[in-house]
């Protein structure tokens, strides 16, 4: 007799709390520290432990090293993890995140011990494209139970690519923690100014490591020209050193988590030149929360989470220097102009009521 009540079991190639700056590894912190519903984490020895769940540990010594390259299964520490959990009388809901690689072998092993039948694979994808290609990926899709992308244009990209899509699917936003992003008064953020030294400035800000596909490059091409026509703005770029002295720019490299807020919330207008498809942008929620109007790449999850335009400005062709130029300049031109963010969207305990309901979905239908 099979149990009803399915746990839950988290996979995570990351050891979880995460040390360092990570989108989906932050939203699982908050939520592990909230009301959430996991039974069990699998991953590497994190340096700290959250107390609310069980772990089983993943070992990366030597041993397991060459155990791995033997077997030429780099999983297997993972699967050997899970193997040691699962109960023939016990369903379970098993969470797997961006690994695409692991649900292969995983679903092999499941077959193998017999006990696919009692296990529920939600696989959650914090990218945005179509990851397999359209015929040869179907094996992925008829494997998994359930795909939880963030947002809904990407699962219209992936329902208009493949032929054919055999899962379910969920929609989960990214959120973030409205205790620390939040705006500020416009006393305080005078003060904020005064501390950094632009009391009478416009403030831009860019936030990203300095990888091509960020567009820093196209960014800085357009501000050499903003600032010939405006000495009233500056531009901060944070999460990267200086590669050269452009006038108006000031690096500040990678700062901590907790410390942004308060760049943000001095800044007046964020940037967000991404030149790829991304899943959603955390730290674009992030400058909104604290009160930045956004100038944004329509690329990806983008425009779905700037409602279209309706939270900030949407830059149609974004690899043209000259349309961050203009959108600059305009933002400059007229810095009160509203743009009708609705601060209940995006937050962490959105984020963490969702996924407890996406959880108990997979459960109510495990247990039938």
Sequence with gaps: MVA???????????????????????????????????????????????????????????????????????????????????????????????????????????TLKGLRQNCYLQFCYHGFPPFHENFSGRWFFETIDEMVVLTHDSYKAHKNYYTILPTRFSVLHNGVDTTKFHPVTPVTKQLLKEEFGVANKKVFVWCAQDRPKKGLHI???????????????????????????????????????DELPKYLQAADCYLFSTLCHEGFGLSLIEALHCGNYCIASALGGVPEVLQYGKFGKLIESPHFVSEWEKAMLDFAENPGQSYAFDTALYTTENWNAGMNTIIASAQKKMAQ
């Design 4 to 110: 009803n009540f399915p746990k839950v079991i988290l996979i995570s190639q990351l050891p979880l709390p995460y040390p360092k700056i990570g989108s989906w590894t932050t939203l699982y912190k908050n939520y592990l520290e909230s009301n959430h519903q996991i039974d069990y984490i699998i991953c590497e020895q994190p340096e700290k432990r959250f107390e609310s769940v069980i772990y089983t540990l993943v070992e990366n010594t030597l041993q397991a090293k060459i155990i791995r390259k033997w077997k030429k299964n780099r999983y297997i520490g993972y699967l050997d993890a899970l193997e040691s959990l699962l109960q023939s009388d016990q369903k379970y809901i098993i969470q797997i995140v961006d690994n695409y690689g692991i649900v292969k072998p995983l679903a092999e092993m499941l």
């Design 219 to 257: 960014v800085l091409d357009a501000w050499k020209n903003v600032i010939e026509k405006r000495d009233d703005c500056v531009l901060w770029v944070i999460g990267t050193e200086p590669k050269e002295t452009t006038e108006g720019v000031r690096y500040f490299g990678r700062i901590p988590n």
